[in-house]
Antibody
């Protein structure tokens, strides 16, 4: 049973870089059956896709965030990571990592519990 | 980029049928997924590939997709179905391959 868990600082200062890690258990991040992605949800608002990565290293980013986002995979630790640079208060949100299953026609079948990130000085 | 439009809210009495729509240009040509999100919890996939249910999702949840509208239908609605529901598509040919709808708050009266 695949499980995902986000980790990282809950507070980031404006203009700094937000860094989060998602640890995958119960499966291999090198599997060709999944994309690995990040989604965020500002307080009281809807879901916003940030980006996704395939085990091969291919990445897809939300065009509105692309200039500030980097998603990478660490196969040795079975983890993937998010870096979002030059953050502002608008980046305050719950950040989720999720697996996108090719068997589910690219539906996001497993989600982490989410981690709250606040951007404030 | 592609836009998915959902009604902000839908209300239904217990035992009745709720229908939540997701509008998009020629959405019938895409695979639509639906998620349920309860307060303080992560989203849960309830429908994938327009109308398939992951294991563990009750048969009361069903989906359809044609033309410019996809629909999530919840039959015999229960109090526990009260949640936000989001539709989503994945289009790998787009520069914005993953799009979510704005979400619909389902209220059980």
């Amino acid at each position: 049973q695949l499980q995902l868990q986000e980790s990282g600082p809950g507070l980031v200062k404006p203009s700094e870089t937000l860094s989060l890690t998602c640890t995958v258990s119960g499966g291999s991040i090198s599997s060709s059956s999944y994309y690995w992605g990040w989604i965020r949800q500002p307080p009281g608002k809807g879901l916003e896709w940030i980006g996704s990565i395939y085990y091969s290293g291919s990445t897809y980013y939300n065009p509105s965030l692309k200039s500030r986002v980097t998603i990478s995979v660490d196969t040795s630790k079975n983890q993937f990571s998010l870096k979002l640079s030059s953050v502002t208060a608008a980046d305050t949100a719950v950040y989720y990592c999720a697996s996108t299953a090719l068997d589910y026609y690219y539906g996001m079948d497993v989600w982490g519990q989410g981690t709250t990130v606040t951007v404030s000085s | 980029s592609y836009v998915l439009t959902q009604p902000p809210s839908v209300s239904v009495a217990p035992g009745k049928t709720a229908r939540i729509t997701c509008g998009g240009n020629n959405i019938g040509s895409k695979s639509v997924h639906w998620y349920q999100q309860k307060p303080g919890q992560a989203p849960v996939l309830v429908i994938y590939y327009d109308s398939d249910r992951p294991s563990g999702i009750p048969e009361r949840f069903s989906g359809s997709n044609s033309g410019n509208t996809a629909t999530l239908t919840i039959s015999r609605v229960e109090a526990g179905d009260e949640a936000d529901y989001y539709c989503q598509v994945w289009d790998s040919s787009s520069d914005h391959p993953v799009v979510f709808g704005g979400g619909t708050k389902l209220t059980v009266l």
